[in-house]
């Protein structure tokens, strides 16, 4: 058989060529008329990649520092804890949940592809808040869905690029941003009792 | 046997080919001036308005080179992170079927993909402006006084910055930015300072806290 290699030879580069010629195929067009996904990996404009630190503290300093009572879960699924508590600025608080250890990595990009449970709490300027139906708006627009919490209503989607669940809403009451988000591992159940453990009445 | 073999030779090939393929992306080339101030850092900016050149710069077979403004909004769940930009483009890889133009784009990234879109074709020597900002409840994207795009809003805010961006070292990437502005609530305002960096070869000068050049 080894002996007959050579006649296999002529096969091979045909298929190189072939391969070759039909490479372009590959190549999705990153900018089109319509919104197009991009995933196969072709270059496309990104943004520079600038390494977002997030500084180490503890859960009444980044209450002091974001100047609000945070409200949080008061459910987790079994065997969960609070693993890292990280500030962005003066504005943003991670909190990161997990059944495992998690790194001392202070880098966000790269600390919160460790997480299993994430929240993350924005304070916002009254100023900024979007009307009313944002939750609804964002269904229709962008796709996932709502989920009503009582008086509050949340938008709920699968992140397409990790198959993280993340549900997140607006609280004008306390002038946050919440958002709760799983990954993969962990049921949409579970994910929507965390979210709901945070709200208030609950 | 014979078949065998030839399968295994396609599979192998292709298999090959798109690791080539997914090489390519992870390689960027940047230089970038961010509004250099506390609020932008923390994500708080409503808006980014910038003017820039159009250089019909070198671009090799399979890449590309895009000047634009951008807003870029804080790391999500899992290490992901979204944004909004707007600016022109020339390379085969990402123009597809425009054989080498030069045009102005919008893209963006959210949880649901990335999605980006040609405007028009622009000219060397030409200067265009582009305008993101957020509304109630979409952030707008305008180039030279059109919409371009409406994408809704999930976040209240983000980091503004201006870049000269590439996918090959291989590349010209002569830029020049100028009238740089951000949005608050109290309207727009010229950047009152910049922080400035690249990736070499590639360079950045700063002209003055709302100007900055590229290349080479």
């Not at chain 2, 046997?1 to 192998?12: P, V």
């Not at chain 2, 030069?102 to 949880?111: L, P, Q, T």
Request: charged letters at 20%; one cysteine or more; proline letters at 5%.
């Amino acid at each position: 058989m080894l002996s007959k290699i050579h006649t296999y030879i002529p096969i091979m580069v045909v298929i190189l060529l072939l391969c070759i010629v039909a490479a372009p195929l590959f190549h999705h067009e990153g900018v089109t008329q319509e919104p197009v996904s991009t995933e196969f990996g072709i270059p496309s404009p990104t943004v520079p990649p600038r390494a977002v630190t997030g500084t180490p503290v503890s859960l009444k300093e980044a209450q002091e520092i974001l100047g609000t009572e945070f409200p949080l879960p008061k459910y987790l699924p079994k065997g969960f804890e609070l693993k890292r508590v990280l500030l962005l600025g003066k504005n943003i608080v991670y909190l990161i949940y997990s059944d495992k250890e998690v790194s001392n990595e202070t880098n966000l990009l790269k600390v919160l592809k460790e997480g299993k449970i994430e929240i993350i709490l924005q304070k916002v300027r009254p100023e900024y808040f979007p009307s009313e139906n944002i939750a609804e708006m964002l269904a229709r627009d962008v796709g996932g869905s709502v989920i009503s919490f009582g008086e509050i209503k949340a938008w709920a989607i699968v992140d397409v690029r990790n198959n993280w669940f993340i549900i997140k809403w607006w609280d004008r009451d306390r002038l946050l941003r919440i958002s709760v988000g799983t990954d993969p591992s962990i049921s949409h159940e579970e994910t929507v009792k965390v979210a709901y453990s945070m709200m208030r009445g609950s | 046997m014979k078949k065998l073999i030839t399968i295994y030779l396609t599979i192998s090939v292709v298999c090959m080919l798109m690791s080539i393929l997914a090489l390519q992306d992870s390689s960027h080339w940047y230089a970038a001036g961010w509004w250099d101030e506390q609020m932008n850092w923390e994500y708080q900016t409503l808006g980014v308005y910038g003017v820039n050149s159009v250089y019909d710069v070198y671009v090799s077979s399979q890449t590309f080179v895009a000047e634009y403004v951008a807003v870029v909004f804080p790391p999500q769940q899992g290490g992901q992170q979204d944004w909004i930009e707007c600016g022109w483009i020339k390379g085969v890889s990402v123009v597809g079927d425009t054989q080498g133009k030069i045009m102005i784009y919008w893209g963006y990234k959210d949880e649901t993909g990335y999605y980006s879109s040609f405007w028009k074709e622009v000219f060397e020597g030409e200067s265009h402006w582009y305008k993101i900002y957020r509304g109630s409840n979409y952030w707008y994207v305008y180039s030279d006084g059109v919409l371009l795009k409406t994408v809704p809003l999930t976040y209240p805010g983000g980091l503004v910055q201006g870049a000269s961006e590439t996918s090959s070292d291989k590349n010209s990437m002569e830029g020049h930015f100028w009238n740089l502005k951000e949005k608050e609530p109290s309207g727009w305002w010229l950047w009152d300072s910049m922080y400035a960096d690249a990736d070499p070869p590639y360079w950045i000068q700063i002209i003055n806290s709302h100007e900055f050049i590229t290349g080479p």
